[in-house]
């Protein structure tokens, strides 16, 4: 199934806009994120990356969430400052 | 002592004074500079109850060890004062190229008493002070006063730190501004500025200190330089600033929607509507050349114009930060950047904090929508949400106070209590507004916000930064979270005390903000010094309220702050914060009682706070 991961994150460089991710049938939403990790644009550490806030189709949702086709995941990450 | 100029300046505007004071050198060892050695020295040369607009009232302008020192991010210093929102500890610290200038004309700090009987400036010209008239200046904007120091000093290269008329006003929320647009915003201390009749204080020279190990920091500098370029923050910071930060912030529930009262899924506007005010399409439209503070690699500041819009044309406006397009933007329900800009600006130009000037405008948005407040007490103007005319109108008479300006420029708490209304809207820790960190998706700031010794701040240390490494369960579970709260304080101190852009330690290789401190200084940081570093800072500053007589039970949060009642929908849906036992966690943790005031076993352990314990536990007879 297809999930369309969108990043909102100033530690994530900028060129990384959003990115289909193809995964089976039965896959969470912390599956998704690990396939994040595999992108060479991540080099965050795997637990603060995992701590983002993670939406769901714009609604909160949990890393053992379900994922069907067609879900689209927005990882924020905020900053504080200015 | 390696890495400081070894004196202060003291001033008093009344006799026309000065003084080059030597401070004992272990003040600069326990606290190192900034805002701790500030409220070091403001406890030994202010006295108690001092009224804050009176002649023993004392405004410091605090530089750091990291200034002029090039290290990487190191340019910062910070104002303290008494503050005229909460009358107890305030300090602010502010970038540009102030800090290293302080240090470059003599000083390690300029502390000013007095009341000058007509308007003046300080000048401090390589080791010389001298007190100017600034009755010329007086009534000048940030653009015009810049261009007639610069003009009359025959010296574009000054730097200086100034009020607006606001400062000359004493509004609440007068910042002390600083080389242009730069601001040490929160807390009214360019007010106290104003009471002195201190329009700025210029400095310049070519003073130079030692370092400890310029060879070890020329290493280092190497080293953060080569990290940098795979920082993943690095771009995003370049590129955006911290206005990258607006979309997950509102997104995630973070920044504010209707001055904190509804979520966006709960309005008429979505995500997409607010993009005009995120940071790549400023850059797109509005954005003309970058700006960076002194030693800065990163350079996360910008100039805008939008001078081809015929309703609020603006030439060299700052980029808006975070903060700020929060409170110009969604707080309000503003999607107009161009409208954002100028409010920004205005804040910029007058000398206000954009925080302060933005809440009481998110606040008097709501008390206008909910009829609490009509149009006929805001001077005719009627500020719908998302009215852009309005906000601008409206900011225009917070600035500048006049009409209803002149209430509204004290902030949401005073137009609250003086219209007696709308107080179930007010966003405000003892009474001084809210950045734009909504301390129900982050708790942690629910502590920061209530107690720290400057309440309301969002750059000062605790939970919230551990919340960001936390699941959504973690965070609001309220057990054990005083010594998590310790340890971010702690780091939180030393950053500000060493004048540290608050971003470096995300940028730097882990250990290079001590180790920097090592090569300039000699001082030797590990996890055991930092800790009693932290907490001697926080209870430093913390003791300046405790001897005006403030106690826990004196600062406070507003219901809306807690969720109570909590939000109806939206991601921050359902939730409550239990502030009271994360202050109880934090008090356990640093060894405070209940009404917050330290026990004499911690604050002699801990050390360098003598003159806190000889009159927190005198002597008994």
């Known amino acids: 199934m297809d999930i369309l991961v969108k990043f909102y994150a100033v530690d994530i460089p900028v060129s990384l806009k959003s990115t289909k991710f193809d995964l089976p049938e039965g896959s969470v939403v912390e599956d998704a994120l690990d396939e994040c990790l595999k992108l060479p644009e991540i080099t965050i550490d795997e637990d603060y990356f995992k701590a983002s806030i993670v939406l769901k189709n714009g609604g909160r949702t949990h890393l053992k969430d379900a994922l069907s086709d067609g879900d689209v995941l927005s990882i924020l990450r905020t900053m504080e400052g200015g | ?621």
């Open chain 2, 1 to 621: 002592m390696y890495g400081f100029m070894g004196k202060m300046l003291f001033v008093d505007l009344s006799t026309g004074e000065f003084e080059d004071k030597v401070i004992p050198e272990e003040w600069y060892r326990d606290f190192l500079g900034g805002p701790a050695l500030g409220a070091r020295i403001l406890y030994e040369y202010m006295p108690a109850h001092a009224d804050v607009f009176g002649e023993d009232s004392m405004v410091g302008f605090v530089a750091t060890p990291f200034d002029g020192s090039n290290f990487f991010c190191g340019g910062r210093y910070t104002v303290v004062s008494k503050s005229p929102v909460y009358n107890g500890w305030n300090d602010a610290n502010s970038g540009g190229f102030f800090g290293p200038a302080i240090k470059k004309s003599g000083y390690d700090g300029i502390f000013v008493r007095g009341i000058s009987p007509k308007p003046v400036y300080l000048f401090v010209d390589d080791g010389k002070a001298e007190l100017r008239d600034a009755t010329k200046y007086w009534g000048m904007q940030a653009t015009e006063l810049e261009n007639a120091l610069f003009t009359d000093l025959e010296d574009n290269k000054i730097s200086y730190a100034f009020i607006g008329p606001a400062g000359e006003n004493l509004s609440n929320m007068a910042a002390v501004m600083n080389d242009g647009h730069r601001a040490a915003g929160r807390g009214g201390t360019g007010a106290v500025m104003g009471s002195k009749k201190l329009k700025a204080v210029v400095c310049r020279g070519n003073q130079t200190f030692e370092l400890a190990d310029k060879a070890g920091m020329a290493k280092l500098s190497k080293a953060i330089s080569e990290s940098l370029k795979q920082a993943p923050m690095l771009q995003g910071m370049r590129t955006f600033g911290t206005t990258g930060g607006f979309m997950p912030s509102l997104l995630s529930g973070d920044a504010a929607v209707k001055n904190f009262s509804v979520a966006l899924c709960e309005t008429d506007k979505t995500p997409e509507d607010f993009e005009p005010l995120a940071a790549p399409m400023l850059n797109e439209k509005y954005k003309v050349k970058s700006y960076r503070c002194s030693s800065c690699p990163i350079g996360c500041g910008a100039f805008m114009d939008t001078t081809e819009d015929e309703r609020f044309p603006v030439k060299n406006a700052a980029r808006p930060e975070y903060e700020s397009v929060g409170w110009f933007g969604s707080a309000i329900m503003n999607t107009d950047p161009v409208v954002l800009i100028k409010c920004n600006h205005l804040c910029n130009e007058y000398g206000t904090d954009t925080i302060s000037t933005g809440g009481t405008l998110g606040w008097a948005f709501e008390a206008f929508n909910e009829g609490a407040i009509t149009k006929e007490q805001l001077d005719g103007i009627e500020p719908f949400w998302g009215d852009g005319a309005a906000a601008v109108a409206l900011t225009e008479k917070i600035v500048s106070g006049e009409g209803c300006g002149k209430i509204l420029t004290q902030g949401s708490q005073y137009a609250a209590d003086y219209w007696n209304a709308g107080k179930e809207f007010l966003f405000v820790a003892s009474g001084i507004e809210i950045a734009q960190h909504d301390p129900r998706r982050a708790p942690g700031y629910i502590r920061t916000y209530q107690v720290d010794p400057t309440p309301g701040r969002h750059v000062k240390g605790g939970l919230a930064k551990a919340n960001d490494r936390m699941t959504w369960e973690q965070k609001y579970d309220y057990r054990v979270t005083g010594y998590a709260d310790l340890v971010e304080i702690c780091t939180c101190e030393y950053i500000n005390a060493s004048g540290l852009c608050i971003f470096s330690p995300r940028l730097f290789p882990p250990g290079a903000i001590f180790e920097g401190m090592k090569y300039v200084t000699g001082i030797d940081f590990d996890k055991y010094t930092l800790r009693l570093f932290g907490m001697r800072a926080f209870i430093m500053r913390w003791a300046f309220n405790l001897r005006e007589g403030l106690r826990r039970k004196d600062f406070t949060v507003t219901d809306r702050m807690i969720g109570n009642p909590p939000m109806r929908a939206g991601q921050l849906a359902g939730i409550s914060l239990d502030n009271e036992r994360l202050v109880e966690n934090l008090y356990n943790a640093i060894g405070f009682n209940p009404e917050g005031v330290p026990c004499q076993d911690v604050l002699e352990f801990v050390g360098g706070l003598e003159p806190v314990i000889a009159d927190l536990y005198p002597p008994k007879e």
